[in-house]
């Protein structure tokens, strides 16, 4: 897994999550989220021998998903209301501060970033925030002021705002 001084993985609300070790500014680089491009395809197979493993990988670009497997980003939980987005940067995605970070609290981002219109996938939401939508859902069903705000702060990428 990787080592950081600037965050970790321990118990948190919903199993084990990335924990801030320092605080962040909005705008700072948190970590880097690294691991292996797969296909689709790779992905589907996953969900046969290991649906953990699956629901862990994140869209990376059209066709492919960064597999996180035993890395720090395999850890990044959602919240309703995050402190972080995703920002695809080279062949990595990097959790970006896009609020305040205290020293202690969990790194969270918004799954529905990563989720194209062209997805079914949808996961119950146990993040705890009074705003919780529920369920997570593809982006294109956030509620319109939230989606407007990622899209101000770029936390929504070019190839999932094309799957509209």
Same mark, same amino acid.
């Given at each position: 897994?990787?080592?950081? +001084?600037?965050?970790?993985?321990?118990?948190?609300?919903?199993?084990?999550?990335?924990?801030?070790?320092?605080?962040?500014?909005?705008?700072?680089?948190?970590?880097?989220?690294?691991?292996?491009?797969?296909?689709?395809?790779?992905?589907?197979?996953?969900?046969?021998?290991?649906?953990?493993?699956?629901?862990?990988?994140?869209?990376?670009?059209?066709?492919?998903?960064?597999?996180?497997?035993?890395? /720090?980003?395999?850890?990044?939980?959602?919240?309703?209301?995050?402190?972080?987005?995703?920002?695809?940067?080279?062949?990595?995605?990097?959790?970006?501060?896009?609020?305040?970070?205290?020293?202690? #609290?969990?790194?969270?981002? #918004?799954?529905?970033?990563?989720?194209?219109?062209? #997805?079914?996938?949808?996961?119950?939401?146990?993040?705890?925030?009074?705003?919780?939508?529920?369920?997570?859902?593809?982006?294109?069903?956030?509620?319109?002021?939230?989606? +407007?705000?990622?899209?101000?702060?770029?936390?929504?990428?070019?190839? /999932?705002?094309?799957?509209?």
């Amino acid at each position: 897994m990787n080592r950081s +001084k600037n965050v970790h993985v321990e118990p948190v609300r919903n199993g084990r999550g990335i924990v801030a070790r320092r605080d962040f500014a909005a705008g700072q680089l948190v970590c880097r989220i690294r691991g292996k491009i797969v296909s689709a395809a790779a992905v589907w197979r996953y969900w046969d021998r290991d649906p953990q493993l699956a629901a862990n990988c994140i869209r990376f670009d059209d066709e492919q998903f960064l597999n996180p497997h035993l890395q /720090i980003g395999a850890f990044a939980n959602h919240s309703c209301r995050p402190n972080a987005a995703l920002v695809r940067e080279g062949r990595t995605l990097a959790l970006r501060a896009i609020a305040s970070i205290g020293a202690g #609290d969990e790194v969270t981002h #918004d799954y529905a970033t990563y989720i194209g219109a062209d #997805d079914v996938w949808t996961m119950r939401c146990n993040c705890g925030e009074r705003a919780c939508r529920g369920t997570v859902r593809r982006f294109d069903r956030l509620p319109e002021r939230t989606l +407007k705000r990622y899209m101000k702060l770029g936390a929504i990428p070019d190839f /999932i705002l094309r799957t509209r």
